[in-house]
C-alpha cells in the first residue's frame, strides 16, 4: 500500500537557519503530494502541493520539488523564523482515492 | 468559501461516559468527510470516512462510530469511552476522487479521566 516517510524531529534551530525536511513516498501510481503544517493547539493548515512530477509548489517562504526519479518531496525553506515552529506533515493522495496517506510528521523548533 | 466547524473544542470526560462530536461544513456540497485521531505526539490516524448521506467507512476497529445524518453534517460518538480515547479529534473535508487536498477543522480536544 501507500506509504509516507518523513525525518523524525525534533528539528532545533535557529532563526535565519535553512531547513530541510525529508519525505519519501511510495505509491501504486502517480499520487499529488502535500504538505500540511500544525501549529500548537490547532489543525492542520494546507502549506503547498504538487500534483505532477517537476512540479514545485511554494507557500510563505517555503518549496517542495515533486521528483517522481527519487519519490521525494522534501520540504525548505531558506531562512526561518521563530513563528514557523510547528508540527510539519508530508501526505500523498492517490488519483482514484478518497484518502490522504500521512507522514509521521516532524517537529520543528526555532529558537530566537 | 467553505468552512469547517467543529465543536466542543475542548472536551473532559470520565471513563465509561458516552460522546458526541459534530463536524460541519458551510459552502459547498457533496463533500467527503473525515475524522482523524492524533495522540499527544503522534500522528494523524483515520478514523472513518463519508463519501455520501449515510454512507461510512471505518479504517480502525474500536469503540467509536461515525453518522453522517445530513450532507455537511459528520457526527462521532461512542457509548462508553475509554482512557485511550483521548486526543485530538480533527474533521477534514475534501472533493471527489483526484488530485484535491482536504481541508481540516480547528480540532476537538478530549481528555478521558
Known amino acids: 500500500g501507500d506509504s509516507v516517510t518523513q525525518m523524525e524531529g525534533p528539528v532545533t534551530l535557529s532563526e535565519e537557519a535553512c531547513l530541510t525536511i525529508n519525505c519519501t513516498y511510495t505509491a501504486t501510481g502517480y499520487p499529488s503530494l502535500f504538505w500540511y503544517v500544525q501549529y500548537p493547539g490547532e489543525g492542520l493548515q494546507l502549506l503547498l502541493k504538487a500534483t505532477k512530477a517537476d512540479d514545485k509548489g511554494s507557500n510563505k517562504g517555503f518549496e517542495a520539488t515533486y521528483r517522481k526519479e527519487t519519490t521525494s518531496f522534501h520540504l525548505e525553506k531558506g531562512s526561518v523564523q521563530v513563528s514557523d515552529s510547528a508540527v510539519y506533515f508530508c501526505a500523498l493522495r492517490e488519483s482514484a482515492g478518497n484518502k490522504l496517506t500521512f507522514g509521521g510528521g516532524t517537529r520543528v523548533l526555532v529558537k530566537p | 468559501s467553505q468552512t469547517i466547524h467543529q465543536w466542543p473544542a475542548t472536551l473532559v470526560q470520565p471513563v465509561g461516559s458516552p460522546l458526541s462530536l459534530e463536524c460541519t461544513v458551510e459552502?459547498?456540497?457533496?463533500?467527503?468527510l473525515y475524522w482523524y485521531r492524533q495522540a499527544a505526539g503522534r500522528g494523524l490516524q483515520l478514523l472513518f470516512y463519508s463519501v455520501g448521506i449515510g454512507q461510512i467507512s471505518s479504517e480502525v476497529p474500536q469503540n467509536l462510530s461515525a453518522s453522517r445524518p445530513q450532507d455537511r453534517q459528520f457526527i462521532l460518538s461512542s457509548k462508553k469511552l475509554l482512557l485511550s480515547d483521548s486526543g485530538f479529534y480533527l474533521c477534514?473535508?475534501?472533493?471527489?476522487?483526484?488530485?484535491?487536498?482536504?481541508?481540516f477543522g480547528p480540532g476537538t480536544r478530549l481528555t478521558v479521566l
Open positions: 477534514a473535508w475534501g472533493r471527489g476522487s483526484g488530485y484535491n487536498e482536504q481541508f
Open positions: 459552502g459547498t456540497s457533496n463533500p467527503n
